[in-house]
């Protein structure tokens, strides 16, 4: 990869989800359905036709009502999901926290969870016990590492994952509304963190339902509905257009810049 390559290239992408019309009261009716193939399935288009190219650095807002596919789109780039049609390129390392609490197991401390989830990221041990105390300090829990997850808030659980994604600088970073349940000191300290990031050529994907930290923070945004790309431009431009708008918008009138 050179500087000058696309970090994010997404071609044609469409995802398509194939949903029963029948409502089986018991497996045992799903079965006979089944084997009889009079199963009915419905097609319903998640992401549909997005053309997207990310570079080095950049910092990419998305926003969207609920259900545009904003969420869909970061579990394509982050390799969770693949797409039903067309391409999706991702060139270096990836670090996503794409759900509050994924990979940790409730039952575990935040100290077990902390080696879990950096160990399925791909990280080794020694190279964990370097980055431990960074970790733990920038979290904030403090003494309730020790304590099972279960006993965490929203906010512990956000601030102890964000921190095990970002103890390491990723090509890509995704963060799917992680933000949202922080106390503001420390979302002031994790904006901080992510230009930093850019600084150093990290590529930030940021879905967010705020318009205020889009605009403050972010480079350019992707405005997604109904699966479809209605705009790609500038902050200002595209959440003028997107909180202004009263009603669903609709594919006639996409902004595409």
């Given at each position: 990869?050179?500087l ?5 290239e997404?071609r044609d992408?469409g995802l ?5 019309k029948q409502?089986?009261g018991?497996?045992?009716?799903y ?5 009889r193939g009079?199963l009915?399935?419905?097609e ?7 053309q997207?190219t990310?570079?080095r650095?950049?910092?990419?807002g ?7 596919g904003?969420?869909t789109m ?7 999901l ?10 270096g390392t990836?670090?996503a926290?794409l ?6 197991d ?6 077990e ?7 399925l990221?791909?990280h080794?041990?020694k190279?964990i016990?370097t980055?431990?105390d960074?970790i733990v ?12 997850v ?10 102890l ?5 970002t103890a390491w ?8 509304e992680?933000?949202?349940v922080g106390?503001?000191?420390f ?5 901080e963190?992510l230009h930093?990031?850019?600084?150093a050529?990290t590529?930030?994907i940021?879905?967010?339902h705020?318009p ?5 923070h972010c480079t350019r945004?992707?405005w997604l509905d109904?699966?479809?790309?209605c705009?790609?431009?500038?902050p ?8 202004g ?6 594919p ?6």
């Open positions: 990869m050179t000058n390559d696309p970090v994010i997404l992408l398509c989800y194939r949903l029963a409502r089986p018991s497996f045992k009716e079965m006979i359905h089944m084997v009079s009915i399935y419905e319903l288009w998640a992401l549909d036709d997005i997207v990310v570079q650095g950049e910092l990419v998305v926003v969207g009502r609920n259900g545009a904003k969420s970061s579990k394509v780039i982050a390799g969770v693949e797409p039903s049609r067309g391409t999706c390129v991702v060139r990836t670090s926290i759900e509050l609490g994924t990979g940790f409730p039952e575990l401390t935040g100290l969870n902390l080696y879990l989830n950096a160990l990221r791909g080794r041990r190279e016990d980055k431990l960074e300090a920038f979290s904030g829990i403090g003494d309730f590492i020790h304590s099972p279960r006993n965490y808030s929203t906010g512990m659980m956000a601030r994952g964000f921190s095990i994604a600088i990723p090509d890509v970073l995704i963060l799917d992680v933000l949202a106390d503001t000191r979302v002031a300290r994790c904006h963190r930093e990031f850019r600084a050529g590529t930030i940021l879905v967010s705020s205020t930290e889009i605009i403050e945004c992707l109904e699966g479809k790309l705009a790609d431009g500038d200002k431009d595209i959440l003028a257009a997107y909180v708008r009263d009603e669903e918008p609709k006639e009138s996409r902004i595409l810049s």
